[in-house]
Nanobody
Framework: QVQLVESGGGLVQAGGSLRLSCAASVRTFSTYVMGWFRQAPGKEREFVAAISRSGGITQYRDSVKGRFTISRDNAKNTVYLQMNSLTPEDTGVYYC???????????????WGQGTQVTVSS
């Protein structure tokens, strides 16, 4: 069983930055691919970014490329999402997820955190 706890969300003005963290309570953290997803009010959950076990491979949705950076520290069992140049369209609950294969589909992930709210004001 993997428990994931997100933190770092909050209210920020457009153009600002936030850094999300997701701490995993599992000894074998380095064997999991990690992903970030988000869900805006009234919308379906969507893929944001994913990172391979070693961190050598990353994937992003097109709308965040060049603004968001996913990274991980396997020694700390933590994955991060650095978000820059935020826009109101980035508002939503952000979830981290753990799985076995890097993917942009939520169903490919086995474990999910409770989410952290990100609100970007215009």
């Amino acid at each position: 069983q993997v428990q994931l706890v997100e933190s770092g969300g909050g209210l920020v003005q457009a153009g600002g930055s936030l850094r999300l963290s997701c701490a995993a309570s599992v000894r074998t953290f380095s064997t999991y691919v990690m992903g970030w997803f988000r869900q805006a009010p009234g919308k379906e959950r969507e893929f944001v970014a994913a990172i391979s076990r070693s961190g050598g491979i990353t994937q992003y949705r097109d709308s965040v490329k060049g603004r968001f950076t996913i990274s991980r520290d396997n020694a700390k069992n933590t994955v991060y999402l650095q978000m820059n140049s935020l826009t109101p369209e980035d508002t939503g609950v952000y979830y981290c997820a753990a799985g076995r294969l890097i993917a942009s589909t939520g169903s490919r992930y086995d474990y999910w955190g409770q989410g952290t709210q990100v609100t970007v004001s215009s």
